[in-house]
T-cell receptor, first 114, second 114 residues
Framework: AQSVAQPEDQVNVAEGNPLTVKCTYS??????LFWYVQYPNRGLQFLLK??????LVKGSYGFEAEFNKSQTSFHLKKPSALVSDSALYFC????????????FGAGTRLFVKA | GAGVSQSPSNKVTEKGKDVELRCDPI?????LYWYRQRLGQGLEFLIY????????KSGLPSDRFSAERTGESVSTLTIQRTQQEDSAVYLC????????????FGPGTRLTVL
């Protein structure tokens, strides 16, 4: 069965510091991996995805994520956090060997302090 | 261009009543998904449409839930005999193609069952 774990309910970081939001996954086959962000009073927006190729994926707003097959992780990173990055972040996975179900993690709230 | 729209934005109903939620996907998007997001939780997959067929409806929680889609256009999610545990935000997403493509989310319908 597919599953996604976001072990931190909240991540606090000072503006200008690097940030990491963690995600680990479990699928029976090889995964498609996604990060989405939900800003207050706004809908879910796509940030980035890993399909194949380079393990380091670059996305919107300066975010990037690294696919690590051995650790089954897909952590979201940004070198320098902005207050405007404060939002709810969701990791999602789909098993490429079958099915169309995308499994989302419970979400991690990022709070960037000025 | 126009994004995914959902109506109503808010729906308050009494326990036992039926409700119908509507989703208008982005024009040309063949794939359409419904999710449920309970307060403070992640997204829960409900159903996936490819065109007007539903190859994956494994997430529908009970036979009180049903969904249909007209061609590659509007979809409706119907909940019969609503229960208090149905209270949640119901999100719709569309995608140009299934599996690897980005999902574009609507603003959601907040359902409250009294």
């Amino acid at each position: 069965a597919q599953s996604v774990a976001q072990p931190e309910d909240q991540v606090n970081v000072a503006e200008g510091n690097p940030l990491t939001v963690k995600c680990t996954y479990s699928v029976s086959g090889n995964p498609y991996l996604f990060w989405y962000v939900q800003y207050p009073n706004r809908g879910l927006q796509f940030l980035l995805k890993y399909i194949t190729g380079d393990n380091l994926v670059k996305g919107s707003y300066g975010f990037e994520a690294e696919f690590n097959k051995s650790q089954t992780s897909f952590h979201l990173k940004k070198p320098s956090a902005l207050v405007s990055d404060s939002a709810l972040y969701f990791c999602a996975v789909r098993d490429r060997t079958g099915g169309f179900k995308t499994i989302f993690g419970a979400g991690t709230r990022l709070f960037v302090k000025a | 261009g126009a994004g995914v729209s959902q109506s109503p934005s808010n729906k308050v109903t009494e326990k036992g009543k039926d409700v119908e939620l509507r989703c208008d996907p982005i024009s040309g998007h063949t794939a359409l998904y419904w999710y449920r997001q309970r307060l403070g939780q992640g997204l829960e997959f409900l159903i996936y449409f490819q065109g007007n067929s539903a190859p994956d409806k494994s997430g529908l929680p009970s036979d009180r839930f049903s969904a249909e889609r007209t061609g590659e256009s509007v979809s409706t999610l119907t909940i019969q005999r609503t229960q208090q545990e149905d209270s949640a935000v119901y999100l719709c997403a569309s995608s140009p193609a299934p599996v690897t493509d980005t999902q574009y989310f609507g603003p959601g319908t907040r359902l409250t069952v009294l």
